[in-house]
């Protein structure tokens, strides 16, 4: 099995289709994340599109000694951050079908469903940097080491910023429910 450095090289030795082969590897990742990051199915699908595009344009600016994926998610949470910014009023979508299985009985799907609206209700509370290390770290499953590079900020900011963002939302789930128990 190639590594992605080497399936770079052959894109850049002049193989484009070679690269559909990294697109097919990281594309669902991709879009998981951004999801996780608060964007709506539909933009997450267009921002790891043109992150693709992007990385496709600059890939002799890629550094072979460092990881395809963290590279690929720098310019996909950069061109998030910039559509953000674009666009402060949009909505937090729903946590994804696939993160959460079936139950048998319509109880307990309605309790997680009431659930996954309380965590996503808290989770639109909380600041964009939180809200991106606690979507890495737990829907990519990605180290410490590896969000600091691709947020270009030393491993202890992410620690403070994920620990922050996991006792903020700890408070804001139980704010809500003492306003539900009203």
């Not at 921002?47 to 590279?71: C, D, M, T």
């Not at 939180?130 to 990519?140: F, G, P």
């Not at 410490?144 to 994920?162: D, F, G, M, S, W």
Request: glycine residues 2%; charged residues 25%.
């Amino acid at each position: 099995m190639m590594e992605d450095q080497e399936w770079v090289a052959q894109v850049l030795a002049g193989d484009t289709e070679s690269y559909a082969h990294l697109v097919n590897k990281y594309k669902h990742r991709l879009v998981a994340m951004l999801v996780g990051m608060g964007n709506s199915a539909a933009d997450a699908e267009d921002i790891a599109q043109a992150a693709f595009v992007r990385a496709y344009k600059h890939l002799s600016k890629y550094n072979p000694e460092s990881r395809f994926q963290a590279w690929l998610n720098r310019i996909a949470v950069n061109l998030s951050i910039s559509n953000w910014r674009k666009n402060q009023t949009r909505q937090w979508t729903e946590l994804q079908d696939s993160l959460v299985s079936s139950e048998p009985t319509p109880e307990v799907q309605l309790l997680k469903k009431e659930r996954r609206e309380e965590v996503t209700a808290a989770m639109k509370q909380l600041s964009l940097p939180y809200r991106t290390v606690l979507c890495m770290r737990y829907a990519q499953d990605m180290s410490y080491k590896e969000i600091a590079a691709v947020l270009e900020v030393p491993v202890t900011t992410v620690q403070v910023h994920l620990h922050r963002a996991k006792k903020k939302l700890g408070e804001l789930m139980a704010e809500r429910r003492d306003l539900l128990e009203v």
